[in-house]
Structure formats: C-alpha cells, structure tokens
C-alpha cells in the first residue's frame, strides 16, 4: 500500500540516511570514468588496467570518503571484496547492479547486468540498498524502451521479493549526430529528462529512491553562462526560473524521495545544482566524480592522491552534508503523508511477514 | 576457513560494533521479566497483558534507549513491529529467535522457537544478527541435550546460509531440588557454564559471538560478599582470583568473540562483572535488565518511567560504554589472527559468493 514500506524497505532507508532522514552518500562505483583517470598519465587503453590497479584505487577512495557519508555505493568487482573492511558499520553500503558496458542498438543504449551479480547476492552480502543505472529517454524506439523498462521491472521485483530498497539512477545520453555539448542538445535535456523520470513513475516499477541528474546545464543558465564555474563562456539558454520550474515539475512527478547525482560536473556546479534541488524537494545526494576526481590528477602519485582526497575530498564532502541539510527528509516525502508506516505491522506482523 | 568471514556476517559484525570493534548493545527483548515488571503494581496474572500494554513499554524501551547503543536486541512479536521506525539507521538491529516458553522434561528445559518467526525473516527484515538463547547444562540427560544441541546446530546452519552473524546466548538453570540461591548451586555454577560454553565450541555450530553469564555470583566474591552491591552479606564461595581464573578459561574455551550478558544483576554489580570480563577479553556486552529494569518500579506511571530511563538507564548505559573501550575489539580475537579476512576475496568474488 503507498504511505507504506515492508519491514526490508523501511530499515533500508533509514540505514541509507542521516539520523535527519537527508540522504548523504558517496559513490564509487564508477568504471569507466575511474579507468579515464588511472590512464590519463601514460595514455595506456584503460583496458590493460589490471584488477589490482583499479582495486587499489577502489580501496583508497572507500577507506577515504566511506567515514564521511552515510552510505557509499560500491561495485562489487573491484570495491566490494577489497574494500568492504574499510566502510565502517555505521555508513550504509548499496551495491550497483548494471554492467558498465551496454548494447548499443544504432547508437541506443540497452543496460546490462553484471554477470554473476544479482538482488539475492547484494542483500545476502549485507548491502542496504540495491543501485540500477538505465540509460534512457523516452524518445528512442520502442523495442529500446520495453527493453529498458522490462530490466527495470525486474529488478524492482526482485527488489521487493529480497526485501530491498531499489535506488533507480536515470541517464540521457546523445544519439548518433547530437552533440552532447551543443545548445540544441542541452536545450532540448531537460524534456529528456523529465520525460524519463515521468516514464519510471509507475508503481510497477518498486522505485523507492529515483537518482537524477540535474535536469539543466547551469553553466547555460543566466548568471552562470559567463563562465562562472569553468571560465569558459557559452550561450544563455535558460534563466534560474526555468531551472527551478523544471526542479519543480520534476519533484511533482517523481513518486518517492530523490536525489541528486553528479555525473560529471564540478565540485562548485554540483553544490549549486544541489543548493537548488533541496529548494524543490529533493532528499539528499549520491555525488561521485564532483566529490573525487579532481585528487586523481595526482595519478599515478598515490601519496599525493591520498593526500588530496583528505585535503580537499572529504572537506568537500563535509560541506555537501551541510547544505543538504536544508533537503527534505525522505520521510517527509507526500509518498508517506508524513510518516512513513510499516506494512503489516502491529499484532501478528511476525507471522504474516515474508510468509 | 577460520579467520575468514563471509560478507554478509563480516558486514553485520561490523554494524553490530562500534567503530572500535567493542559491542555495545543493549536488549529489550525479554518478555517474562518485562511482564513481570509490569504487572508488578496490580498483581495482575502477566498472561493477562493485553498486546497493546506490552508493545508500548518496549516501543519506549526502544526509542529511549536504542540512540545510545550500537545495536539493539529486539522480539519479532512487540518490538519489530511497533518501535521500528524508532530504531536510528546506525544502530544496528539483532532480532530473536526463540520462544521464552520452553518444554520442560523433569525440569530439563527444552528451547523451542517463536512460531512464524525464522532465520530468513530476520534477514529480510534488514536485522544485522540472529540471537538464539539456549537452556543449558553439561549435566542433564543426553535426550535434553542431544534437542538443544540440534537446535543450536539448525540455526547455526540457516545463519550460514543467509550469511548473517548468530550470537548464542547461554544460560544455565537450575534442575528441581536445587536451590538458586544456594551457596552449593552458586559454587557449582561456574563449572556448569564453563562447560556449557566447552560444548558448543565446535565449529558445526557456525556461532558468531557468544553471549554469555558471568560465571561466578560476584555477590559471594571476597570483598563484596559483604553486601557491597544489595546490602546483603552472603558466605563467600570465591576470591577475586578465582574468579578472574574463572574468566581466563571461560575466554580460552570460546572460540569466537564474546560479550557479557547482565541476567538479572544490578547495575553496580554488572559494571563490575564487566571490568573483570574486560580484563579477560570479552569483547563488549550485550546489556538488558541491568539497564533499564530499575526505571519500571515506576510503572505504570510511563510519564515517569520514560523520566527514569532517561535520568539514569541512559546515563548507565553511557558510563558502560565508557567502560567499554577497555575491551577487546572482536577483530583482534584469535580467531581471526589479527584482522578477519574476506572469505573468497579479490578477483572473481562476486561470481562466487553465494553461488
């Protein structure tokens, strides 16, 4: 029933949360763009990496980072059996599910699991929540679409049968002959977007945080456009009023608490978009690269990554986690009518439970 | 392989500590000494305790209590589902297993199980440990044991296979005819608990933590048996170094961490017992009765009640706490050679676990 969680789901989420129900996680699960930056030194095809390479970096920046979030997400290729030692119990773990690597239908994208990996293993392992990325806009063909929604029904059941928060994250991406960085693409983004989340809305799903992306490019929106956050100029295409109306609207559409992600953004870009999405409701972050990456242009120093990542990631971190607590608390969501209750619950409920 | 830990018990050991590898838990899963506490005014016959009454008293016990501890001992029949959403995210839930009716053969007690309530429930709920209390004595017919044994090894067996920590609590009891409260039952109980701990060493039993008693009465220990903790002189049974002999075995014979349980001891009294066991390598408590107990001479005035927890069980609970660093972190027992290992870990585990 809505306003309601199953005794999994609840726990979960507030394990996933602060103590103020503001979700403030730390992802690093990312592949490729960690690949991208153990390479850029030597120019190697990030395919020579060995599983020790992108472990080690895996491993420093869980033991880093983990202490400062209340939730990481990990892979479990790399982080998860190295790392898991080093996230202390008190920071949730949530595991990513999708494979990195996606069929490409003439140039759309069709996500992938990661092979030996599935919803049982990640709640058997201990995890707190379960991460699916779908790349995805609702303008692709059919047969793209059902096969992105089918994956994402599935796992939303298997979500539901282990007992298990799904943490849906959604992405656009260009087609062949878009330009991701060219006004017409970034005007037309943020229908993109909204379309997307509008898509995954359904309860069939089992969604219980959407991850999104920041529906605009703020280094396109008035104010922003000269240059603020990368000293590069570029064309005026929205005003801090369309970027809160599209905040809004995407609030008012999405069924459950969400968060923001940071996909490839810049530690100031991302603590503006954050500042405005807590202004429309959203309950927290999930911030990867915006958090990390800058400190592996050190790479292959490790040291002096390591340094970095204390001196300048975690206080990062630290004021991200500040700010947010201005977001809403995802009990606080309308989903819950203001608190969130346990299904079943009261006399009997151990009995009726998963029975 | 000993040493080694599979994720799914690593991580829940791990939430189930602080972040210095001590326990500090707290249970308010009694039911018999709760029902007594709360008929205690009226006299009433505790079975006439209504779901509603028993349910509130534990769902105050919860929220009062549970912020200041790292994990909370809760039953699937009150608590679970009525003081859920009072548990914070980082403290970390144990849920139990058995009934506290057991079978009793010629005063042999006989464990039996909370109907509808099992192992995979306990997971799927998101609890970080399973704790089963077995009734036990070396000395009683092999039929009496041969049950508790197989009970034992049952949920050890389903532990393992939803890969969640199993605590084992132990306690003696004694047979018709003897007397408690005797000097000659008092200066036969270390023996009955040590060799109870002795019996379920074994392996096969797939324990995690041990939760076990003090094995000597320190009310009859030279220099308290003056009535140093009740104000009643009793004869003494036991010097100091005995009892402190007693400890040493009892952590040479447990082959995984342990931690204290406080029975029905006083505060002052369990403060002590903790030093002690501290000193022998017990690796935290996991506290009931002696924390909250004193706060229900005050029932039914809740208002009250409430007050007292929070005046002096809370209080309590910290000064344990604070005592507590003294203890040996569990990741230094033994057991694990100085840090526990991944069972399976590295490159290709994610294939392998659980498979």
């Known amino acids: 029933m809505d306003g309601e969680l199953s005794a999994g789901k609840l726990r ?23 690949f991208a930056a153990l390479t850029r030194h030597d120019g190697r095809d990030p395919a020579g990496l060995s599983f020790d390479e992108v472990a080690r970096a895996k491993a420093l920046l869980t033991r880093t980072l983990a ?21 202390p119990g008190r920071t949730a773990i949530i595991s990513t599910l999708e494979d990195y690597g996606f069929e490409a239908v003439g140039g ?10 599935d919803v049982a293993k990640i709640k058997r392992a201990g995890a707190a929540g379960v991460k699916l990325l779908a790349w995805y806009r609702p303008d692709v063909s059919e047969d793209t679409r059902r096969h992105q929604e089918a ?18 994250e959604l992405l656009v991406y260009p087609l ?24 995954f809305a359904d309860a069939r799903f089992g969604v219980d945080v959407y991850k999104l992306e920041f529906p ?30 599209m905040l809004t609207e995407l609030d008012a559409i999405t ?64 004021a991200l ?5 201005a977001a809403r608390p995802w009990t606080a969501h309308r989903r819950f009518g203001g608190a969130p209750a346990l299904e079943g619950g009261g006399q009997g409920w151990h009995r009726r439970y998963g029975a």
Chains 1, 2 share one sequence.
């Open 12 to 34: 979960g989420l507030m394990t996933l949360a602060s103590g103020d129900g503001v979700f403030r996680m730390v992802a690093v699960d990312q592949r490729p763009p960690l």
């Open 67 to 87: 202490p400062h979030a209340g939730a990481i997400l990990v892979d479990p290729v790399w982080t998860h059996p190295t790392a898991l030692g080093g996230i």
């Open 108 to 117: 759309e994208r069709r996500s992938r699991l990661i092979e030996g990996w």
């Open 151 to 168: 994956l994402v029904e599935r796992v939303g059941r298997a979500c539901r049968e282990h007992d298990i928060p799904f943490i849906l």
């Open 176 to 199: 062949p002959g878009e330009d991701a960085d060219s006004a017409d693409y970034q005007r037309r983004r943020p229908a993109l977007v909204l379309g997307s989340v509008g898509r």
């Open 216 to 245: 605009a490019d703020l280094k396109r929106c008035r104010g922003f456009h000269g240059g603020a956050f990368d000293g590069r100029e570029r064309p005026e295409l929205f005003t801090l009023e369309d970027v809160r109306g």
């Open 255 to 318: 069924p459950a608490p969400w968060v923001l992600l940071s996909a490839g953004v810049g530690p100031e870009e991302f603590r503006a978009d954050l500042s405005l999405a807590f202004d429309a409701g959203a309950s927290g972050f999930l911030a990867g690269r915006a958090v990390w990456l800058e400190a592996f242009a050190a790479y292959p120093d490790v040291t002096e990554v390591e340094a970095r990542l204390r001196s300048a990631a975690v206080p990062y971190l630290r």
């Open 321 to 325: 986690s500040a700010v947010a607590s």
